[in-house]
């Protein structure tokens, strides 16, 4: 079993030595960026499968952090946090996944819609995605339709779109209308999500899916393409 020489503030609640996935997985939900960066680079020194790194570490512990926000456990600023200590991991990892062909579950476009320049919540659904396995194409900020529609067309399988006021949410339609008209509403799925964005308008639209967060958002994008 890979170990790590830990400190104080890595110890196992018995103060016992601790496999160096646990204390990067502790360190990941305490939202201990650089410490994470440098357990990660310890693991992957250390020889371990780069897999067993992103799965049974990174989206491992992503996920315990998902459950405790669910329960409300923790709240968003933790959430955020934990989710840019995981970005710091896979920063360490995503070179070598790259290399060791390791495949994305899924690809997914995410993008704010046009007009609307707030990318706060549509990072952490990045983020969140990603550390589920998804490829995650950030499509940015104030996205003109045709964009959506350029990815759809090039084959992407879900788009995300996230508005956040309630003139630029209107622009949510237009996307869904827009892949409609070019006749790609049956080989892409839409998910839509945003403070003022509600269930009940996304059914209005006609979106397949709508998530109330970033933790949802995932549970609903692997519904949406059958890998949950
Ligand atoms: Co603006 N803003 N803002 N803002 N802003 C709101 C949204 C607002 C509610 C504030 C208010 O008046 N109380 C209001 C909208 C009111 C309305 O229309 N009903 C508002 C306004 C009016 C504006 C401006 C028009 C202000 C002005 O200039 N007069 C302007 C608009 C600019 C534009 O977009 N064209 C504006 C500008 C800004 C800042 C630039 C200052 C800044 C954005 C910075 C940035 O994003 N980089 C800002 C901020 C920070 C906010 C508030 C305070 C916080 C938004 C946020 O980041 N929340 C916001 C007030 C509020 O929401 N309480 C407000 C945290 C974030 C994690 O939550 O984005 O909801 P959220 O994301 C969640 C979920 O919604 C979900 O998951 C996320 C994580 O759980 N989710 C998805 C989000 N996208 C999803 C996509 C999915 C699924 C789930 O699937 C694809």
Known sequence: MSTVTIDDTTKGKKGGKMDTLEVMKENLMKGQAPRVKELIQAAVDEGLDIEKILNEGLIAAMSAVGEQFKREEIYLPEVLFAARAMLAGMEVLEPLLVSAGVEPIAKIALGT????????????????????????????????????????????????????????????????????????????????????????????????????????????????????
């Open 113 to 228: 819609v046009k007009g609307d320049i707030h990318n706060i919540g549509k990072n952490l659904v990045g983020i969140m995605l990603k550390g589920a396995g998804f490829e995650v194409i950030d499509l940015g900020i104030d996205v003109p339709t045709e964009k959506f529609v350029d990815a759809a067309k090039e084959g992407v399988p879900l788009i995300g779109l996230s508005a956040l006021t309630s003139t630029t949410m209107l622009a949510m339609k237009t996307v869904i209308e827009a892949l409609e008209a070019a006749g790609l509403k049956d080989r892409v799925k839409t998910m839509v999500g945003g403070a003022i964005v509600t269930q009940a308008y996304a059914d209005r639209i006609g979106a397949d899916s709508y998530a109330p967060d970033a933790v949802s958002a995932v549970a609903k994008a692997k519904e949406l393409l059958g890998l949950s």
